[in-house]
């Protein structure tokens, strides 16, 4: 449509034979030091075996490449060039003939008509192709040689090209697969072709306008060539065939046409195909970029990021748009098909995008047919926390579409992040302190987000109320505190139980300890003094007292238990939870390692649980109340990872 355009698509084509004439000079190099290695003395004869049957290889490869496209471009771009010379001739000849004064009207309309046939046909101008049968000739039809000559004699026309193609990659010319020759010929042709044939065509009509323009009345029906089979508009010269590049599916068996076949569509819909690279298939995820600050810096901001990843991870922008090409496994199977668009969206953006980004724009996904769907920000920076953590990939070692990391995604849609990383733990191998501090950072910053939503300060406590998403947040919260109260007690109870029976059985015996959580704090209790009296965690050893006398551990804030910690401090801080000891008495500080812990009892877990069962506390029915207990075993389990029987695969079955 414009000269820039031109000279970006001449580029491409120039960067393309640049790569093809570079294989053959590296190859080249590699051939000459081969020979230059051979001929050393202190090569041995077993290496230089080895060596002659790779230089062998190597000048088989050069010349069989040579020979291809030399014979490519002297037959494709020679007859060409024949051809465009005949139409010179041609046209010179109906000129000299319509100069007669005595031909008949007939005879002139007869002639004008191959004139106007003829000038279609025109590629190059007359000069242009004499002087490019001479180049011919004298580089002996070797295309390399021709352009470089060319090259030295039209510096000027060249100029702005080869400026443009540096900017091309080897990954950008690979996308034509030039090493056939005779794709490798087109290029040279319409390398050419571009620099000499300046668009003229009246620029199209814009398809969104305040006037719009008046469609006229047609037949109906869906067949024909005198209206756009896109927009509907009235083609006064149907040009523009629906291609792959304008249509997911070119080929249209239409309403009133007895076969299958490619519809025409107007300029401005065809112009619009190549100027955009937004294109709704099967295969792309589209994502729409906004600032959650709608300041003027943040929209540049948001504009200087598209640019960053596009040039980074090759994907195609536009404007806030970006298009995210969907993973394939090693058979061809689309990602985005298996797992969902809407669950692959949120899996690829968390994947590709860092923590900071995910947390400062709006990312929406524009599906076909539909109104855009909104990524939440909790939701992205979960699910990026979760495939970190834990290890995980949407294509399983190339083969295989991970179908785990798709249900796990759903239940952080379902804003049931506990359910989603347990789904993932038992897939995964896990363990040590880097993986649990990244979850635990991922947990506080799930939790801070789902209270930004709802407008709720963090140490304000979260109000009853029917919003479904409060719910879910105050069940997020409660289970968290929870979790952080009762894992004092696992902990302690594993470190006894390791060292008095043999792991498997200790293993075991923590497992039914953590189970015992959807009863009652006295069955926990119970099962707790099996192993342990008085402990101290983070102490070198257990002080021991009678069976079953009162038991108290403390809760350290690290790292991989900060946010457990806040929440348990959080929940004990109430005033109907407060029991004998406040906070500032139960928390303590080492002045040595200057660690943080907190004092817990068993009887603040029997606290908690009446405090849980009371209805205006948010549990009202007994299934509410299965579901906290049960979501709370959930979230210890993956806080000890090893005790998960784990699943095999994580593929589809």
């Known amino acids: ?83 465009q010379k005949c139409i010179w001739q041609n046209l010179t000849q109906i000129n000299s003939e319509l100069a007669d004064s005595g031909l008949t009207k007939a005879q002139k309309n007869k002639l004008q008509k191959q004139q106007d046939k003829l000038v279609t046909q025109i590629i190059f101008t007359q000069d242009s192709v004499q002087q490019k049968i001479r180049l011919f000739a004298e580089s002996e039809g070797e295309p390399f040689k021709f352009i470089q000559c060319d090259r030295q004699q039209n510096p000027a026309r060249f100029k702005d090209i080869v400026n443009i193609s540096k900017s091309f990659t080897k990954t950008a010319t690979d996308q034509i697969n030039a090493t056939r020759g005779d794709i490798f010929t087109q290029c040279i042709l319409e390398m050419y072709r571009l620099l000499e044939n300046p668009p003229s065509d009246p620029f199209p009509e814009p398809l969104l306008s305040e006037q719009p323009s008046i469609k006229e009345v047609r037949s109906a029906g869906d067949d024909g060539k005198h209206f756009c089979y896109s927009c509907g508009v009235t083609l006064q010269n149907a040009k523009w065939e629906v291609a792959r590049f304008m249509f997911e599916r070119p080929s249209q068996r239409c309403q009133s046409s007895s076969r299958e076949k490619q519809p025409y569509i107007c300029a401005s819909c065809s112009a619009l195909a190549f100027a955009s690279p937004l294109k709704v298939t099967d295969e792309s995820i589209i994502l729409k970029l906004e600032p959650v600050d709608r300041s003027e810096p943040a929209k540049l901001k948001v504009k200087d990021y598209i640019r960053m990843l596009t040039n980074k991870e090759l994907h195609l922008s536009a404007g806030r748009y970006i298009v995210l090409a969907s993973d394939r496994t090693g058979g061809g199977d689309l990602a985005s098909q298996k797992l969902g668009q809407v669950q692959y969206a949120l899996a690829k953006v968390a994947s590709i995008f860092p923590l900071e980004v995910l947390a400062d724009f709006k990312f929406s996904l524009i599906i076909q047919g539909s109104q855009s769907i909104l990524l939440s920000s909790r939701h992205l920076i979960f699910i990026k926390g979760l495939i970190e953590g834990y290890g995980q990939s949407i294509i399983v070692l190339g083969k295989d579409i991970n179908m785990k990391l798709g249900d796990a995604v759903r239940y952080v849609e379902d804003d049931l992040p506990v359910m989603a990383e347990y789904t993932l733990a038992k897939i995964s191998e896990v363990s040590g302190s880097d993986y649990s501090r990244g979850l635990e950072h991922t947990r506080a910053a799930y939790w801070k987000k789902i209270c930004e939503g709802l407008n709720l300060k963090l140490k304000g406590g979260l109000m009853e109320s029917d919003n479904p998403m409060l719910q879910q947040a105050n069940l997020y919260g409660d289970v968290a505190a929870l979790t952080g109260l009762i894992y004092a007690f696992v902990l302690a109870f594993k470190k006894n139980a390791m060292t008095m029976e043999k792991p498997e059985d200790a293993k075991r015996e923590v497992s039914k300890l953590i189970e015992q959580i959807e009863k009652n704090p006295a069955a926990f209790c119970y099962s707790f003094c099996k192993y342990c009296t008085i402990v101290t965690i983070g102490s070198d050893q257990a002080i021991e007292s009678d069976k079953r006398t009162l038991t108290q551990v403390r809760l350290y804030r690290n790292p991989d238990t900060q946010f457990v910690y806040e929440q348990a401090k959080a929940l004990l801080a109430k005033e109907e939870l407060l029991g004998q000891l406040g906070i500032s008495e139960r928390e303590k500080e080492n002045p040595e390692t200057k660690s943080v812990s907190m004092i817990l009892y068993p009887e603040d877990l029997t606290r908690v649980y009446t405090y849980f069962s009371n209805p205006k506390n948010g549990y009202k029915q007994e299934k509410d109340w299965k579901d906290l207990t049960y979501q709370v075993k959930l979230s210890l389990y993956t806080r000890f990872p090893e005790l998960i029987r784990k699943e095999k695969s994580t593929t589809e079955k």
């Open 1 to 83: 449509m414009t000269q820039q355009q031109s000279n970006v698509l001449a580029a491409w084509y120039l960067a393309v034979i640049r790569e093809v004439e570079k294989r053959q000079t590296d190859r080249q190099k590699q051939i000459k030091a081969l020979i230059t290695e051979i001929n050393h003395p202190d090569t041995s004869d077993k290496d230089r075996t080895s060596l002659e049957k790779k230089l062998l290889d190597k000048e088989e490869m050069q010349l069989k490449e040579a020979k291809k496209y030399n014979e490519a471009f002297q037959k494709s771009f020679g007859k060409v060039l024949d051809e």
